[in-house]
């Protein structure tokens, strides 16, 4: 993804009880109900990460490159488990969503639906990666706000390939505490250098030039 927009959306107060039969619905509903009327142009996608909706377009052709080859050689690893590579998929934990480049969950997803069936719940997913995008605003949701997010719901394994830290940096993060929003566990590799997975279905999977090359 590239440049992205914030789309803040709260509930409006006007200072008057609700209207009999009504209940004043929580900025989380607010925002899930606004997310799920959407009809956004093609090209586009939206995701609720803590309090936004944020509208980002697709990646650029580095960004596609790059998850391809990814999304090819888990495949090839996960091939002989119970487990699969998923790109662009709706991720949904507690009225939030996210689209993760690419994340690994069972290969039946039925076995993982979301409460109204708009995606896979995020407490069955194993792993998500991100390929960092130019710009601030993208750097700072991949780096910062989708930790937190991802550490909140427990999802054991972030990864980010990001070739905007210093000369290109894989990010493996395992070992999240919900409370604290955060992964305790950082381990920082810089291109030119094998990154491998500790743990889980993709364990001992490495990430190298093969994946992250110009």
């Given at each position: 993804?590239?440049?992205?927009?914030?789309?803040?959306?709260?509930a409006v107060d006007d200072g008057l009880p609700p209207a009999a039969g009504q209940e004043a619905m929580s900025l989380d509903e607010v925002l899930w109900q606004a997310w799920k009327a959407m009809e956004l142009?093609?090209?586009?996608?939206?995701?609720?990460?803590?309090?936004?909706?944020?509208?980002?377009?697709?990646?650029?052709?580095?960004?596609?490159?790059?998850?391809?080859?990814?999304r090819r050689a888990l495949e090839a690893h996960l091939a002989d488990g119970d487990h699969a590579a998923y790109q662009d998929g709706n991720l949904i934990h507690r009225r939030k969503v996210w689209i993760p480049d690419l994340f690994i969950a069972p290969e039946d997803l039925d076995e993982i639906p979301d409460e109204e069936d708009l995606g896979v719940d995020a407490s069955?997913?194993?792993?998500?990666?991100e390929v960092v995008s130019p710009g601030r605003e993208a750097q700072s949701r991949d780096r910062e706000r989708k930790r937190?997010?991802?550490?909140?719901?427990?999802?054991?394994?972030?990864?980010?390939?990001?070739d905007f830290d210093g000369d290109g940096t894989v990010v493996v993060l395992t070992n999240p505490n919900p409370k604290k929003a955060d992964y305790a566990d950082e381990?920082?590799?810089p291109y030119g250098t094998d990154a491998a997975i500790p743990d889980g279905p993709a364990k001992g999977f490495v990430i190298g030039d093969a994946i992250v090359s110009l």
């Open positions: 993804m590239t440049a992205l927009a914030h789309e803040p959306c709260s142009p093609e090209g586009y996608r939206a995701e609720i990460i803590e309090e936004y909706i944020e509208v980002s377009p697709t990646g650029r052709r580095r960004h596609t490159v790059i998850i391809n080859r990814l069955g997913v194993q792993a998500v990666f937190r997010a991802y550490a909140r719901a427990g999802i054991p394994l972030y990864v980010l390939i990001d381990h920082r590799v």
